[in-house]
T-cell receptor, first 116, second 114 residues
């Protein structure tokens, strides 16, 4: 099956710094990538949808200036958490898929972000 | 907008016993349905999906689910569980014919004990 990787798998940073998380589709070209956030013992909340070469579409309530998403190629999307604060601590999961094919979304292993 | 309800937040079961995890959805249009499994500190793995055709869908690890349109349900079943099945299970839906924007249920924690 298709493989999606995320880097780093975990990161600890100080409050006020920025953190970049990478999501890569290793063996297929992903026209669409999704970023989710998951709090402990809760479900996944979609943050934004990004299509290669265009601006990301953010869900209601997600600050686009705080969570910067770039989808510069068909195999790489990045999420940058700017000026991170402790409340941004969470598990961030990306998924990659092919536009128009709802059965082809593949999930990365997730990144645990802890902001001190 | 579509929504997914997983009424059971936790399901304890003994090893080798059968299990059913319930999922109900709400949507005014056709949907695709999915079950995912998440092990601790990991991403999601697809167990099975219903797109069309036969309402009984078989997935990996011995799981199966049945789509019931009249009851708007997509319950997940396994006839005999193993300790290794202990994990969080998420039901999800997406609208047909659109980009793959998934809506997830709140999850069910399956706890298998000896």
């Amino acid at each position: 099956g298709a493989v999606v990787s995320q880097h780093p798998s975990w990161v600890i940073c100080k409050s006020g710094t920025s953190v970049k998380i990478e999501c890569r589709s290793l063996d297929f070209q992903a026209t669409t990538m999704f970023w989710y956030r998951q709090f402990p013992k809760q479900s996944l909340m979609l943050m934004a949808t990004s299509n290669e070469g265009s601006k990301a579409t953010y869900e209601q309530g997600v600050e686009k200036d705080k969570f910067l998403i770039n989808h510069a190629s068909l195999t790489l999307s990045t999420l940058t958490v700017t000026s991170a604060h402790p409340e941004d601590s969470s598990f961030y999961i990306c998924s990659a898929g092919i536009s128009g094919r709802p059965d082809t979304q593949y999930f990365g292993p997730g990144t645990r972000l802890t902001v001190l | 907008a579509q929504s997914v309800t997983q009424l059971d937040s936790q399901v304890p079961v003994f090893e080798e016993a059968p299990v059913e995890l319930r999922c109900n959805y709400s949507s005014s249009v056709s949907v695709y349905l999915f079950w995912y499994v998440q092990y601790p500190n990991q991403g999601l793995q697809l167990l099975l999906k219903y797109l069309s055709g036969s309402t009984l869908v078989k997935g990996i690890n011995g799981f199966e689910a049945e789509f019931n349109k009249s009851q708007t349900s997509f319950h997940l079943r396994k006839p005999s569980v193993h300790i290794s099945d202990t994990a969080e299970y998420f039901c999800a839906v997406t609208l047909t014919g659109t980009a793959s924007k998934l809506t997830f249920g709140t999850g069910t924690r399956l706890q298998v004990t000896l």
